[in-house]
């Protein structure tokens, strides 16, 4: 697995989709045929180019103790665990948002899981069985990723004992869920609702060990 380290405008994810949907486009386009279907095409052309920008952004807090937001969405749901030992964060991802997964925080990356499976949208209870996930322990913050749109549609670029920095792009979500297990010593700073920006919103700080 190599590290993520595409900084061009455009996420690497995207070059085969929008190649292939702006051959279409042209395709149509020589043969001079099906003006609806040139017309569809070179709005999904332009769309895709959207969907997989890749805008260069700065961390707004480098602290040690400070937990930033990883990925674009709104702030889902926020509850302890049963255990009360842990609190999780739900960032929901849509096709609207940037799509690029960003480290939360400066820390090394002691775990990671990936579980694979289908694209069960929605809440269902279903989709937390079914979906492929890819779980991440970075320092004291873990990330589930869920895929909902296309199976495996998470890309984690990180390597396990790789030391990633507040803001780093380390991968790729389509669309889908982040759910991020923060310390309960945690001070949050976002609410239910809320729409947070990609290591330009601070999810909370915590009393670093």
Do not use: W
Not at 25 to 50: A, E, R
Not at 109 to 127: E, N, P
Not at 174 to 196: A, N, Q, R
């Amino acid at each position: 697995m190599q590290s993520y380290k595409n900084i061009n405008i455009i996420a690497k994810e995207g070059y085969g989709y929008i190649a292939s949907i702006f051959g279409i486009f042209l395709f149509f386009t020589f043969f001079d045929f099906c003006d609806f279907c040139q017309f569809i095409f070179f709005i999904l052309s332009v769309f895709s180019v959207y969907f997989f920008r890749n805008p260069e952004v700065e961390a707004i807090d480098d602290s040690a103790d400070s937990i930033i937001s990883p990925i674009d969405g709104t702030i889902e749901s926020i509850e302890l665990q049963e255990d009360k030992s842990r609190v999780v964060v739900k960032i929901r991802n849509s096709i609207f948002d940037t799509h690029i997964i960003r480290s939360p925080l400066s820390a090394k990356v002691l775990d990671i899981d990936r579980k694979y499976g289908m694209a069960v949208f929605g809440d269902m209870k279903k989709s937390k069985i079914l979906n492929s996930i890819c779980t991440v322990q970075i320092g004291e913050v873990k990330m589930r990723m869920r895929a909902e749109i296309f199976p495996d549609d998470v890309e984690f670029g990180a390597k396990i004992d790789e030391t990633i920095k507040h803001g780093q792009r380390v991968g790729f979500i389509y669309c889908g869920t982040i759910e991020m297990e923060l310390p309960y010593s945690t001070t949050l700073f976002i609410d239910v609702g809320e729409k947070v920006k990609s290591s330009q919103n601070i999810i909370g700080t915590y009393k670093n060990s």
